[in-house]
């Protein structure tokens, strides 16, 4: 391995703020998918606020950056970027003002970070899903969300799109033309009201400006996506069938979804639901489908049972921002005490990655990432990041993500706290 690939990622960098002639242009590229997609930005109890500020916002598809951009010109902003996003392009992010961060790790570092970017007088841009959304529903928040508004003492504003999911969701990112798409750029906190709340508070506040569901969305709004093949990858997220309750076996062609263990065929409709050739359609809803899953692996981590066994995986790791390093092959396990990943490199020598299951509270997942390497599950500490492919055996990284979420929160039920916002 060459010695310039083991160089870390410098994340102490001060965020820079986005060069002058870089904000007209990143307007430019953003504006034309804005005016394709008719997006209609509604602003609430912005009248007279102006930056520093915290800018939270939901993330569903790329198009999320460009609306942002589009509803904050010609206000400069920091953002707050995974490391992959990175790769190979370091010099024009740091341009444009992103911040590096290694996703669901505790990073001391970026609240400095934070600090700085408000109090260079811009706004600080922060996905708190710290993912696409895998259903179009929202995905956890980090307890810190409240704590890190009280110690920023600027105003806390969220901007929450809507339609994006249905234009290009995660698990096919195929565009789909979906117009009007619709955002809201909400002030939820005053400096003086984060002063009188509780962080708890904060936090529950911030959970239910976040609640949002797409498929719903769609439906409410009669939005038809026509594209045929518009099924195709939504077994990515439904896993497991609810008539037979096999498990990998899914499928999916042109605008249907089926099961190869029973054969049971469900189509999936122009208005974003699903409905079963033949017998019951069990979940017409497919968020309600997702929690269905969550249910059953909540069930074996209750029980303690959940254990992918040893799977064999492929690691490659992303050090700085230069390119993907391949480790090697390895096992993954994932079980009730978090993850584990060992393996050898070309050379003989070991590596090895372990993750409790306290350590996280959500992962990151990819489906055919840069649609050639296949599904995958992001892992990270705060010096590397290890993309790690599972092959020649049955799984879905879907599943690692919904266990990962809910062994955080049996430990946190067992422990009596509550350290995740919104949740009983």
Same mark, same amino acid.
């Given at each position: ?14 965020? +820079? ?14 504006? *034309?998918?804005?005016? %394709? ?8 109890? +912005? /009248?007279? %606020? ?65 600090? !700085? ?7 600080? +841009?922060?996905?708190? /899903?710290? !993912? ?9 928040? *980090?307890?810190? #969300? ?54 708890? &508070? ?18 409410? !709004?009669? %939005?038809?996506?026509?594209?045929? =093949? ?8 439904? $896993? ?8 990998? !076996?899914?499928?999916?062609? @042109? ?12 189509? $999936?409709? /122009? ?40 799977? *064999? ?14 480790? @090697? ?22 590596? &090895? ?12 997942? &990819?489906?055919?990432?840069?649609? =050639? ?26 599943? +690692?993500?919904?266990?990962? &979420?809910?062994?955080?929160?049996? #430990? ?7 350290? #995740? *916002?919104?949740?009983?």
């Amino acid at each position: 391995m060459k010695q310039e690939e083991l160089i870390r990622f410098d994340m102490k960098k001060p965020p +820079m703020r986005t060069a002058w002639y870089l904000r007209p242009l990143t307007a430019l590229l953003s504006a *034309p998918d804005v005016l %394709i997609h008719r997006t209609k930005i509604v602003r609430t109890g +912005m /009248e007279g %606020i102006k930056p520093p500020y915290l800018l939270l916002c939901n993330h569903n598809a790329f198009l999320d950056f460009k609306v942002a951009t589009m509803a904050t010109f010609p206000h400069r902003a920091n953002y707050i970027v995974a490391i992959d996003g990175f790769i190979g392009r370091e010099w024009l992010l740091r341009r444009v003002g992103c911040i590096c961060k290694r996703k669901f790790t505790n990073d001391v570092l970026l609240i400095r970070q934070i600090r !700085r970017s408000l109090q260079n007088g811009d706004i600080c +841009m922060i996905y708190p /899903e710290a !993912r696409y959304s895998l259903c179009g529903t929202t995905a956890l928040l *980090p307890a810190s #969300l409240g704590t890190l508004c009280k110690l920023m003492r600027v105003p806390v504003v969220t901007l929450i799109c809507h339609g994006h999911h249905i234009d290009s969701p995660f698990w096919n990112l195929h565009p789909r033309g979906v117009k009007p798409t619709e955002a809201e750029l909400t002030l939820l906190f005053t400096p003086e009201e984060l002063k009188n709340t509780s962080v708890e &508070e904060i936090n529950n506040r911030i959970v239910s400006a976040f609640q949002y569901d797409e498929y719903a969305w769609q439906k409410e !709004r009669g %939005i038809a996506v026509t594209w045929k =093949k518009r099924a195709e990858g939504l077994e990515k997220v439904l $896993y497991q069938c609810p008539n037979c309750k096999a498990e990998y !076996r899914m499928a999916s062609e @042109g605008a249907k979804l089926f099961c190869r263990a029973c054969g049971k065929i469900w189509h $999936y409709t /122009e208005l974003g639901e699903l409905r079963a050739e033949t017998g019951e359609t069990e979940f017409p809803h497919i968020p309600d489908w997702y929690e269905w899953e969550r249910s059953m692996v909540r069930a074996q981590v209750e029980a303690g049972t959940y254990d992918t066994g040893e799977l *064999p995986v492929t690691v490659r790791s992303l050090p700085n921002a230069k390119r993907f390093i391949l480790l @090697g092959e390895a096992t993954l396990r994932h079980d009730m005490q978090g993850f584990t990943v060992r393996g050898k490199d070309a050379d003989g020598d070991p590596f &090895e990655m372990i993750k409790p299951a306290s350590s996280m509270y959500s992962c990151h997942i &990819e489906y055919e990432y840069l649609g =050639k390497f296949g599904d995958c599950v992001d892992l990270n500490t705060l010096e590397d990041t290890w993309y790690i492919y599972p092959h020649d055996c049955d799984f879905a990284v879907t599943k +690692m993500a919904l266990a990962t &979420e809910e062994l955080y929160l049996k #430990l946190q039920r067992d422990s009596g706290r509550r350290n #995740l *916002p919104g949740l009983a």
